[in-house]
């Protein structure tokens, strides 16, 4: 068996979809009997490609932005034929997905799309991109909020198959090789204590401005000395968090990082006194669990997929309400009883998730579609 695996729409490994694929290949790779051949712009080739390994890749010239969809439309077929795949994987199955399939397809949905369609409000877009998940042959939704999400726009829920995403537990613990009070990771150099919130800045929902403004009234309310530190790749809400930080009283104790790479995301955790993450819009909240393994407490809005991929071990917040997440950030930066049960009951919990896992599952989906 031959699976062509689409590397459009992720960013070329700069997002959570691009984080998501580096993770599943790496797994992938293991996989004995089946051939897996990375298809998309020659960047790509280093963006996902493991150093060493056994899955190749095919690039291509498919043009910028709305030429992807362009040429998903008009050109997938004969890739698809030229290469002899028998199945198509499309791990941005929110982002790019062609409206014929001439292979069986498999697409992954990350994001919960009844958002993006509110703010992209192109009707065409809208049906174009739901009439193509109706006629691929089987869809993992990376959440029960995802899920129910899918249903609610039409797709057939006997086709949509849940699995969550996992964590590289080699990297995600806690890194204790840091104690000075300033930590070094490149190209960077952050001074402790601070808070984290790791999200890309790219739209309101993920509500960097609320959190900056209940930052704020932490520091005026407590005077404590710690900053916050927002990781995450530039998005088009990019200029308003900036114009947010920079109005802040408390401006000096802002960090904004620009693009974080994940792999150094382990020990920027590690030392933070706590990740709070304030999200609406989560259709998978990935980076919280991945906080939670690295041993800080997490404080999260109770909200989309999070309840359900953080469970009880997460301390709960109404990011709207300036107030309440002011105090849900001091609670989990001061309270000792209370970060000691975030602590042990979100490391536990993490123990549960793992790429294996998640590759094995979704091999299992691949081969389903193809033998039937």
């Given at each position: 068996?031959?699976?062509?695996?689409?590397?459009?729409?992720?960013?070329?490994?700069?997002?959570g979809i691009g984080s998501y694929l580096i993770s599943l290949i790496n797994e992938l790779q293991?996989?004995?009997d089946i051939s897996f051949e990375l298809f998309g712009e020659e960047a790509d080739r280093l963006s996902f490609i493991p150093a060493g390994g056994k899955i190749t890749f095919h690039g291509l010239n498919a043009g910028q932005g709305r030429s992807h969809r362009t040429w998903h439309q008009v050109k997938i077929g004969p890739l698809a034929l030229k290469q002899h795949y028998d199945v198509i994987f499309y791990p941005a199955g929110s982002e790019v997905i062609p409206l014929f399939q001439h292979v069986p397809g498999v697409a992954v949905v990350n994001n919960v799309l009844s958002d993006l369609f509110r703010t992209n409000r192109n009707p065409f877009l809208k049906f174009a991109h739901i009439t193509a998940l109706k006629r691929t042959d089987a869809i993992i939704a990376s959440s029960q909020f995802i899920r129910k999400d899918l249903i609610a726009l039409g797709i057939n829920p006997e086709k949509i198959e849940v699995i969550h995403h996992g964590i590289d537990h080699s990297h995600f613990y806690p890194h204790t090789e840091f104690e000075d009070d300033t930590v070094p990771i490149k190209p960077f150099s952050i001074k402790r204590p601070f808070i984290i919130y790791a999200s890309r800045l790219q739209n309101a929902e993920k509500k960097h401005v609320e959190l900056i403004k209940a930052f704020s009234l932490f520091k005026k309310n407590t005077s404590l000395p710690?900053?916050?530190v927002l990781a995450g790749d530039e998005g088009d809400y990019s200029d308003e968090v900036r114009k947010a930080a920079a109005e802040s009283e408390f401006a000096s104790d802002i960090f904004i990082?620009?693009?974080?790479?994940?792999?150094?995301?382990?020990?920027?955790y590690s030392c933070a006194d706590a990740c709070i993450f304030p999200s609406v819009t989560e259709g998978v909240g990935l980076p919280v669990i991945e906080a939670m393994a690295t041993g800080i407490p997490v404080a999260c809005a109770k909200a989309g997929?999070?309840?359900?991929?953080?469970?009880?071990?997460?301390?709960?917040?109404?990011?709207?309400?300036?107030?309440?997440?002011?105090?849900?950030?001091?609670?989990v930066v001061t309270d000792a009883k209370v970060r000691e049960r975030l602590l042990k009951a979100g490391f536990e919990w993490t123990k549960r998730f793992s790429w294996e896992k998640t590759a094995a599952r979704t091999v299992e989906i691949i081969?389903?579609?193809?033998?039937k």
């Amino acid at each position: 068996m031959k699976v062509g695996i689409d590397t459009f729409g992720c960013n070329h490994g700069h997002s959570g979809i691009g984080s998501y694929l580096i993770s599943l290949i790496n797994e992938l790779q293991n996989v004995d009997d089946i051939s897996f051949e990375l298809f998309g712009e020659e960047a790509d080739r280093l963006s996902f490609i493991p150093a060493g390994g056994k899955i190749t890749f095919h690039g291509l010239n498919a043009g910028q932005g709305r030429s992807h969809r362009t040429w998903h439309q008009v050109k997938i077929g004969p890739l698809a034929l030229k290469q002899h795949y028998d199945v198509i994987f499309y791990p941005a199955g929110s982002e790019v997905i062609p409206l014929f399939q001439h292979v069986p397809g498999v697409a992954v949905v990350n994001n919960v799309l009844s958002d993006l369609f509110r703010t992209n409000r192109n009707p065409f877009l809208k049906f174009a991109h739901i009439t193509a998940l109706k006629r691929t042959d089987a869809i993992i939704a990376s959440s029960q909020f995802i899920r129910k999400d899918l249903i609610a726009l039409g797709i057939n829920p006997e086709k949509i198959e849940v699995i969550h995403h996992g964590i590289d537990h080699s990297h995600f613990y806690p890194h204790t090789e840091f104690e000075d009070d300033t930590v070094p990771i490149k190209p960077f150099s952050i001074k402790r204590p601070f808070i984290i919130y790791a999200s890309r800045l790219q739209n309101a929902e993920k509500k960097h401005v609320e959190l900056i403004k209940a930052f704020s009234l932490f520091k005026k309310n407590t005077s404590l000395p710690h900053r916050l530190v927002l990781a995450g790749d530039e998005g088009d809400y990019s200029d308003e968090v900036r114009k947010a930080a920079a109005e802040s009283e408390f401006a000096s104790d802002i960090f904004i990082t620009g693009y974080f790479p994940h792999e150094h995301l382990p020990e920027l955790y590690s030392c933070a006194d706590a990740c709070i993450f304030p999200s609406v819009t989560e259709g998978v909240g990935l980076p919280v669990i991945e906080a939670m393994a690295t041993g800080i407490p997490v404080a999260c809005a109770k909200a989309g997929s999070l309840p359900e991929i953080a469970g009880d071990c997460a301390y709960y917040f109404n990011p709207d309400d300036i107030e309440e997440t002011a105090a849900a950030i001091n609670t989990v930066v001061t309270d000792a009883k209370v970060r000691e049960r975030l602590l042990k009951a979100g490391f536990e919990w993490t123990k549960r998730f793992s790429w294996e896992k998640t590759a094995a599952r979704t091999v299992e989906i691949i081969q389903k579609v193809v033998n039937k």
